[in-house]
Structure formats: structure tokens, C-alpha cells
């Protein structure tokens, strides 16, 4: 069955790389570590397919370096996400990998699960309603990096939304877009900028909370190329900072943060990864108060910790 799902569901590695999506990169070295990071996305949604137990799934996520294991559980939870969609007398799969070796990658798990949407024609609440009520909104985000790095002209260039996203929704899949600007553009400050510049001006703050959380999390860059980001995104810089810091909480709490990510934390967030990820922690809105919140609690907890790095830039 594994074989047979992999053969119907398959994606072959050479559909992440760059030459084979026509992304521009000017750097080897930043090329070969997102195309790596790729790679290891293709190995866990494979490995999900063919896996006929949780463990077997488990043990050959283990084998995925701990710096990129949380692109391989990425990938797993597409693919989880599509068999529980497809298969409606089994629809455990996403639920049981997050009650077991996905738990430590929650956050990255969720995100998976919504590049489903983009492979199946189906009602986004259908997929929302099974996921967690607080992190369930990263799937959109998952949605919006598919679109953006499968289909760069027509979501990018074209600035195209699916039209079955309403409201909310339409903000974390630009979240997701921006993150895909991370690979469509190399890595370059000054193209990652313009292109994000082409989008009208409401647009534009979600696609750089994005970009800062794939500069965060992939990484590939070095100091001069974060600090160019920075100035390039100007009055955004509190939301390269807020991305920043959901991808430190999301390796803070797997236990592989990276030098990247403590670089990328140290010069958009102003501090440690682990602080970073410890604001995220504070910022969590509770649930009684979430509840009464005229904006989704997602949103809530997004504006505090935007507001906190506002604040600490201010006083620096």
C-alpha cells in the first residue's frame, strides 16, 4: 500500500530544485542549503506515505538530520493531512503523528497539513475543524508557501489568493507567501523587497512577518545579507521580527535551534533564540480571553508579539 501511495501521491525530489521551479539565486552555497532543506521536506512526506505504522514512520524521521527533521515532519504532515482526507474509514493519522513523534514539531506539523489544500479540491474548514483551535491558522500559511513556491508566477508575479479563502484566512496564506519568497527570490534582501513591494500596501506586513520567519528557521545567510533585510523591510521590522520568533519557538521547543536561527534572532529580534521563543510563550492569549476577541486568537497572540519587539526597537 505504502508503494502504491507513493506511486498515486508522489512528489519527486527534483521538484524542489531551483533550476526546475526557475528560482533566482546568486549564491551556491545559499542555493544548495535551501534545496537541502527541500530535499528533507520530500523524505518525511515520502517516508509518511509509504509508512504503514507510527513507528516505522518515527524511526525514519530519526534518520533526517536534527536541523532539517522539522522540514522532513513538514512533509509528513502533508501527507498524513491528504491520506486522512482521502481515506474517510481512517482520518487518525495527522492526530496520532501529533500525539506522538510529531508533538515535539507542532507548530511545523500544522503548517504541512495545509499544503493538503492545495492538492485537494476541499473545504478549508473541513481540514481547520481537525486541527488544533490556536495553531490550526498555520495551515493557511502552508497553503500560501505551496502557492508561492509551486506556482511563483501566479502567485507572486500575479498576486493570486484562492478564491475559496475568506477572511482571516487570506492573511496567514500571505504569511505563508512570504515565507516562499525566502526560496523564489535566493535569499536576496534587495529582490525579496521589491517583489514585496509590487503587492498593495494591506499585503504587505503579513508577506514580511513571513519572509522573517523562513530567514529564522531555513536560514542560509550571513550576517550582512539579515541586517540588509532589515533595513530593506524599514517600518516592517517588527514583523521580520515576529516571523523570526515563531521560528524560534518552533525550534526552541524541537531542540535543534540553529546557529541561523540564534544569528537570525540576535539581529531582527534584538535578542537569544530562546528568548525569542520565550516572548512568543508569553504573548500566548488565554482561552477565555481568545474567546471574546473580535479577531481569531492566532491574530491576538501575532499583534502582542509584534508589539514587543516594536517596543524594544523603540528603545534601542
Known amino acids: 500500500m505504502g508503494r502504491l501511495r507513493r506511486k498515486i501521491l508522489g512528489i519527486a525530489p527534483d521538484e524542489v530544485l531551483f533550476a526546475r521551479r526557475r528560482f533566482r539565486c546568486d ?14 521536506f520530500v523524505r518525511g512526506y515520502t517516508a509518511a506515505l509509504e509508512a504503514d505504522r507510527a513507528d516505522d514512520l518515527a524511526a525514519r524521521l530519526e534518520l533526517v538530520p536534527r536541523e532539517l ?28 503523528f501529533l500525539a506522538g513523534p510529531g ?6 506539523v500544522h503548517i504541512g497539513a495545509g499544503w493538503a489544500l492545495a492538492r485537494l479540491p476541499v473545504d478549508p474548514g473541513r481540514l481547520l475543524s481537525r486541527l488544533d483551535p490556536l495553531l490550526g491558522w498555520l495551515a493557511f500559511d502552508g497553503y500560501g508557501f505551496h502557492q508561492g513556491f509551486f506556482h511563483w508566477p501566479r502567485a507572486v508575479v500575479g498576486q493570486e489568493v484562492p478564491g475559496r479563502l475568506r477572511g482571516y484566512a487570506r492573511r496567514v496564506f500571505d504569511h505563508g507567501l512570504g515565507r516562499s519568497l525566502w526560496f523564489v527570490e535566493g535569499a536576496d534582501p534587495g529582490r525579496i523587497a521589491a517583489a514585496i513591494e509590487a503587492f498593495p500596501a494591506r499585503r ?47 525550534r526552541v521547543r524541537a531542540g535543534n535551534s540553529t ?23 508569553e504573548a ?14 492566532f491574530e491576538v497572540w501575532r499583534r502582542r508579539i509584534e508589539l514587543r519587539f ?3 526597537s523603540a528603545h534601542s
Do not use: K, N
Not at 219 to 236: N, Q
Not at 284 to 297: K, T, Y
Open 27 to 40: 549564491e551556491d552555497a545559499i542555493r544548495e542549503r535551501l534545496e537541502e532543506v527541500g530535499r528533507s
Open 284 to 297: 500566548l492569549p488565554g482561552v477565555p480571553e481568545a474567546a471574546a476577541a473580535p479577531e481569531p486568537a
Open 204 to 250: 504587505q506586513p503579513d508577506l514580511w512577518a513571513g519572509v522573517g520567519l523562513a530567514c529564522a528557521y531555513a536560514g542560509g545567510v550571513e550576517a550582512a545579507a539579515i541586517t540588509a533585510l532589515r533595513r530593506a523591510a524599514g517600518g516592517s521590522a517588527p514583523l521580520l521580527a515576529q516571523g523570526a520568533a515563531f521560528a524560534a519557538t518552533a
Open 103 to 108: 508533538a515535539a514539531h507542532v507548530y511545523i
Open 310 to 312: 516594536s517596543l524594544e
Open 69 to 96: 527533521r522539522g522540514f522532513a515532519c513538514e512533509g509528513a504532515g502533508m501527507a498524513l493531512a491528504l491520506l486522512d482526507l482521502l481515506t474517510p474509514w481512517r482520518r487518525d493519522r495527522l492526530r496520532g
Open 259 to 281: 546557529p541561523a536561527t540564534e544569528l537570525a534572532c540576535g539581529l531582527l529580534c534584538g535578542c537569544s533564540a530562546a528568548q525569542a521563543a520565550a516572548a512568543c510563550d
